[in-house]
């Protein structure tokens, strides 16, 4: 199988694509499609022929469609809860120019399969309907039009992976994990919010068990399109997560809960509907959020 991976050098990316590589690979069968090459090659350059197409080279639709690809793994998002003109700019080139001309260069290559990676933003009040809690979702939703176009003329299955809340090694945005640990060595008290948001926290060794399993078996899935929610399915409140960091490393953090207000549409309840992933992949998470926080401890 010809694998095509965009967003390789992300935090999902550049966990996954080595596994990938482990699993499927034979010569010049995974390319990446990368802006930042040497990035990728300080990541990924152990692994030999491996191919790269370069955004910025005015060559790379032909590049990917002398490549034809049978599976692309659309991870590459711009992510940010921000919509100031500067992040408006990159939003849209990513999560929908970006893929709009992916798209564009998948003509009469013969691609069987798209995995497209949403958020879990995209469901504001976690009840399976679609409202988008910032502009970044609002794009990725935006973009299901535009595949779906794609999906009509290529004849293509789409199989739509919505990622929960992905921790672990290596993530070089910080997130909530990262404030409440910071916290523990802290003098001063760390202003958070009150803390009560549910998030379904997910470790990144789970989500590439995952891509591997759906890839794995993705010959058995007949649907034309199918959405898959990525997570372990247990809601954590934050306050709930520290109590859990306190624990793990025998050591209290030094918090002022409701120091912050929430953000304009804080999303309050985020865990991933699983029941699809065990009926059509046989797959579940098999790390509880303590074994994954003793797992960040043991990497730092």
């Not at 990446?32 to 090459?37: G, T």
């Amino acid at each position: 199988m010809r694998i095509l991976i965009t967003g390789a050098t992300g935090f999902l990316g550049s966990h996954i694509v080595p596994t990938i590589y482990k699993y499927y690979f034979s010569k010049d069968n995974i390319a990446l499609l990368i802006r930042n090459q040497q990035r990728a090659i300080e990541l990924f350059g152990k692994l030999q022929n491996i191919q790269y197409f370069d955004l910025l080279n005015t060559n790379y639709k032909e590049q990917i469609k002398d490549f034809k690809p049978d599976l692309v793994v659309h991870l590459a998002s711009y992510l940010t809860s921000q919509d100031d003109e500067e992040n408006i700019n990159k939003i849209l080139d990513v999560n929908i120019e970006m893929g709009t001309h992916l798209l564009d260069a998948l003509k009469g290559t013969g691609i069987k399969y798209f995995i497209n990676v949403g958020t879990c933003a995209e469901y504001y009040y976690n009840d399976g309907e679609l409202r988008s809690a910032y502009l970044y979702s609002a794009t990725k939703t935006a973009f299901r039009a535009i595949l779906r176009y794609y999906q009509q003329i290529l004849s293509f299955q789409w199989i739509n992976v919505i990622p929960y809340t992905v921790y672990g090694e290596g993530d070089s945005q910080k997130k909530v994990i990262d404030y409440i640990i910071s916290s523990l060595d802290s003098k001063n008290k760390i202003p958070m919010t009150a803390g009560e948001q549910k998030l379904d926290f997910i470790h990144i060794e789970d989500v590439v068990d995952f891509f591997i399993t759906l890839i794995n078996k993705i010959e058995n899935i007949k649907k034309d399109f199918i959405e898959l929610h990525l997570g372990t399915g247990k809601g954590t409140s934050i306050r709930e997560l520290a109590h859990v960091i306190e624990t793990t490393y025998s050591r209290s953090t030094n918090i002022e809960w409701g120091a912050l207000p929430y953000r304009q549409n804080d999303i309050m309840q985020s865990v991933a509907h699983i029941a699809k992933n065990k009926e059509v992949l046989n797959w579940e998470a098999k790390i509880g959020l303590e074994k994954g926080i003793q797992k960040i401890k043991k990497d730092c």
